[in-house]
């Protein structure tokens, strides 16, 4: 992860393309979600670069918590 200065190693789970419900219609967002632990990337903020493997991600919108607070729940975009 670069921008948040959290380093490289960081376990994250990668999903892609969300579905979102208007009514009754169906529309698939081509967006990547990324859950980080809270405890590894306390600082990640939109505008950082995540890197999986040789892909670069930018995070898009604020960072989320899970109920716990335990998880940020990221979008992103190539």
């Known amino acids: 992860m670069e921008g948040g200065s959290v380093g490289a190693g960081v376990a994250v789970r990668k999903s892609t393309d969300r579905m979102a419900k208007f009514g009754d219609s169906r529309a698939v967002l081509p967006t990547v979600g990324i859950d980080i632990r809270r405890s590894q990337a306390a600082t990640i903020t ?25 998880v940020l729940q990221c979008e992103a975009a190539k």
Do not use: C, Q
């Open 46 to 70: 939109e505008g950082d670069l995540i890197l999986i493997g040789a892909e670069t991600l930018k995070i898009i919108g604020e960072p989320m918590g899970d109920a716990l607070g335990l």
